[in-house]
């Protein structure tokens, strides 16, 4: 739940980039820090392994202006994606505001971005949450492989395997590029806050 | 985890902070929750940290901390504390859901701080119930 400070007028809200490993979540996260650079007064926090693996979470303060009186404070939090790390998106998930789940398009990775899904749904509901309370939007990344040839998940399939039941916003994004990555941001903040205005009238 | 916090109460955390915490002579104080927001800060005014990102780590770390004492079958770590050269860092669990954070300097025993934030956390922790 996110924190509303009356006293500073602030509120502080934490959405999580979730989904398979090598899916792209920190590259979103990048896009988004080289993109808004002149915004974003702090550096973004990186808990890496050797091997340029997200261990723990990328963190990402991004202050969106005023809403209503108030200053608010979108904080992004991406998890590691690797199965093994399931201790540690579990602590990220904690207090999770909004979600957005990256999954790869690439045609060998279908059954990872099913088994990812369910994980996030597993961990929501040690927070009692289930995905259909909380803001979500899909986003396909890698949609630039095509242009090399690379066999990928077409939308519909996509759709059909991940989103027939949860019907969220989704896009088809590359975060490589940068396409859509910002659309996807600009969704989830909107779902988001609005949700948190129904949660707190 | 939900809960609201009044303008009085976050009023009343500030100055048992301010007058427990702060005058002890420390950089930096900040109450938090466990899933990394910010509740109450003070510092001397003189520091430029990043506290936002402090505390999404801090939560994280404590998150990871517990988690390590449960696989070698304790309940919790009561002291986590990190040395430095110049600052040091000491982390406290306030009730279930809250940590507090506090950055000092070579001036400040870490004993006495350590009674000093017990004490804190005993009169936060009533706030917090009202």
């Known amino acids: 739940m996110a924190f509303v400070n009356l006293k500073k007028k602030e509120i502080q809200v934490k959405i999580v980039y979730y989904g398979p490993g090598r899916g792209g979540k920190t590259t979103n996260l990048e896009y988004i820090y080289s993109r808004f650079n002149e915004r974003i007064k702090t550096e973004m926090v990186t808990i890496k392994t050797h091997g340029d693996r997200t261990l723990f979470f990328d963190f990402l303060p991004f202050d969106i202006g005023k809403i209503k009186g108030y200053d608010v404070k979108i904080q992004l939090y991406t998890v590691p994606g690797q199965v093994k790390y399931n201790a540690t998106r579990r602590l990220v998930l904690r207090g999770v505001d909004g979600i957005v789940f990256v999954a790869d398009s690439m045609a060998v990775r279908k059954e990872k971005n099913i088994l990812s899904l369910k994980n996030l749904e597993e961990n929501l509901s040690a927070y009692k949450k289930t995905l259909k309370q909380i803001p979500l939007v899909l986003q396909y990344n890698k949609r630039d492989l095509a242009e090399q040839g690379i066999p990928l998940l077409s939308h519909d399939v996509l759709e059909g395997t991940l989103n027939q039941e949860l019907k969220a916003a989704s896009f088809e994004a590359s975060a490589l590029t940068g396409k859509n990555v910002v659309a996807t941001m600009k969704r989830i903040i909107a779902l988001t806050m609005s949700s948190l205005e129904k949660q707190l009238t | ?130």
């Not at chain 2, 420390?26 to 005014?45: E, F, K, R």
């Not at chain 2, 517990?66 to 070698?72: C, L, Q, V, Y």
């Not at chain 2, 669990?93 to 506090?102: A, N, Q, R, Y």
């Open chain 2, 1 to 130: 985890m939900q809960y609201t916090l009044g303008q009085t109460q976050l009023d009343s955390i500030e100055d048992v902070l301010q007058s427990d915490i702060m005058d002890l002579g420390v950089t930096c104080v900040v109450l938090i929750d466990m899933s990394g927001n910010i509740i109450a800060h003070l510092d001397t005014g003189d520091i430029q940290h990043d506290i936002y990102s402090l505390a999404a780590l801090a939560a994280g770390n404590f998150g990871a901390v517990s988690a390590m004492a449960k696989i070698i079958g304790e309940e919790e770590f009561s002291l986590l504390f990190h040395k430095g050269t110049k600052e040091n860092i000491h982390f406290s669990k306030v009730m279930e859901d809250f940590l507090l954070v506090t950055i000092f300097g070579k001036g400040v025993s870490l004993g006495f701080l350590r009674m000093k934030v017990a004490e804190a956390i005993g009169k936060i922790e009533k706030i917090l119930k009202e």
